[in-house]
């Protein structure tokens, strides 16, 4: 199973490429889903109403489904409510009726993450095509299950746990429920949940697929997406560039304008050389629809567009590189030549101006521009002092200099 993350930068068409993306694969004979969290843009795009409950069949193997945070977050809500109802009433705090609950901001974010791994759970599906958020959020919700982990574990860590079996007896001698039993189960569900959700994200055959227009700043505004999305490991499958027109108009205008996209493309080819980058040509209008969603697969009528303009067929009958499956974060030892132990982080994109460093006990935190991912050192790091670091040729390399009082003496 595959799971494609169709996100980019604003207005490019994202939902349109993620629907072209998904019919894509099913023209192919697999079995797609579809899941968005937008209302409206999707049913416009697909031509037919999703339903919130269950997949919606588009076409012969494509299914769609909406994701409805709103509803989740006040079924979770009343479920938690009801596991702590014991210790709110001994605070003498009210419950909140379902009527009266409104979404907090995040819930989406939980949400697409919980129907995700639903998904992948199922075994239904051969893709799943998720419509995200522009790339920025898409960012920070990926990294989100393992920021929320940390701070369970530091808020409520494990080894504390080793006590709830002696809770019921205290609960009992003390004639009322034992709060922190229950913070501690519902913090077990979520880590087992958060768990699930990492699994699906870092797994290989997971793929981020980057949208957007050719306009004159689109390879700068990808660049901070592309050492953001490598900050945190996710791999970018391709470039899907929106909306190009054709080359060779005798209009002035149409041709200035062509000939600024082109520019931009080359520049975007030039920022990602290591990933495909395919055109999608402008249609004249926005695809309403399977059988139009179908004319932008082809390419427009008369056969003016080049063959690469077919971006989500080509990109789906594309080789599949060979996929990662170890951690991009490797450590090289290099204390024979340099007395140095090497971490070496892959932040193509990243530039010094942006870049951040800082290490704290067993861990380290790397800032790049808005983003920023906390890591635990590798067991052999954490006997090191951090010595030195360099940002070159879009990698950042840390190098950690042994500790003499705490490095083993036949090493």
């Known amino acids: 199973m595959r799971t494609l993350l169709v996100t980019g930068t604003g207005g490019a068409g994202r939902t349109t490429l993620a629907a072209a993306t998904a019919l894509a694969d099913a023209r192919r004979g697999a079995r797609v889903l579809l899941l968005t969290t937008e209302s409206g843009a999707p049913e416009a795009v697909l031509g037919t109403p999703l339903g919130a409950a269950a997949p919606t069949e588009i076409a012969p193997r494509l299914h769609a489904r909406r994701i409805d945070s709103a509803d989740r977050f006040r079924q979770e809500f009343l479920a938690f409510q009801e596991r702590v109802g014991a210790a709110l009433d001994m605070f003498g705090a009210a419950p909140l009726d379902e009527d009266e609950l409104t979404e907090l901001p995040g819930s989406e974010a939980f949400a697409l993450l919980h129907a995700l791994r639903a998904a992948h759970a199922s075994g239904d599906w051969d893709t799943v095509v998720v419509d995200m958020p522009p790339a920025a959020e898409t960012i920070r919700q990926l990294a989100l299950p393992a920021q929320v982990r ?21 609960a009992q001698l003390a004639g009322v ?71 060779g108009s005798a209009d002035p205008f149409l041709a200035a304008l062509s000939g600024s996209q082109q520019t931009a493309l080359k520049a975007l080819r030039d920022e990602f050389p290591e990933v495909p980058v395919h055109e999608v040509p402008h249609l004249g209008r926005d695809p309403r629809g399977v059988d139009e969603l179908d004319a932008l697969l082809d390419g427009p009528a008369g056969g003016t567009a080049p063959a690469a303009a077919t971006a989500p067929a080509a990109a789906a009958a594309a080789p599949r590189p060979p996929l990662p499956d170890t951690d991009p974060w490797t450590v090289e030892d290099r204390r024979a030549t340099d007395g140095v132990l090497l971490w070496r982080v892959p932040l193509p994109g990243a530039d010094r101006e942006g870049l951040g460093l800082v290490r704290r006990g067993d861990e380290i935190v790397v800032t790049v521009g808005r983003f920023r991912r906390i890591r635990t050192l590798p067991s052999a790091l954490r006997r090191c002092t951090v010595s030195g670091a360099g940002l070159r040729d879009g990698v950042l390399d840390i190098r950690f200099t042994p500790d003499p009082g705490l490095w083993p003496k036949d090493h």
Request: hydrophobic letters at 45%; charged letters at 25%; zero cysteines.
């Open 150 to 170: 940390r701070y369970l574990r530091r808020l409520l860590p494990p080894e504390r746990q080793a006590a709830r079996a002696l809770r019921p007896v205290l």
């Open 177 to 247: 429920p034992m709060p922190a039993q229950k913070l501690y189960e519902a913090a077990e569900r979520w880590e087992h949940e958060l768990a699930a959700v990492q699994r699906v994200i870092d797994d290989p055959g997971t793929a981020v697929r980057l949208v957007t227009e050719a306009g004159p700043v689109a390879a700068a505004n990808l660049r901070t997406v592309r050492a953001g999305l490598a900050l945190y490991g996710r791999r970018v499958d391709a470039v899907l560039v929106n909306r190009l027109l054709p080359t």
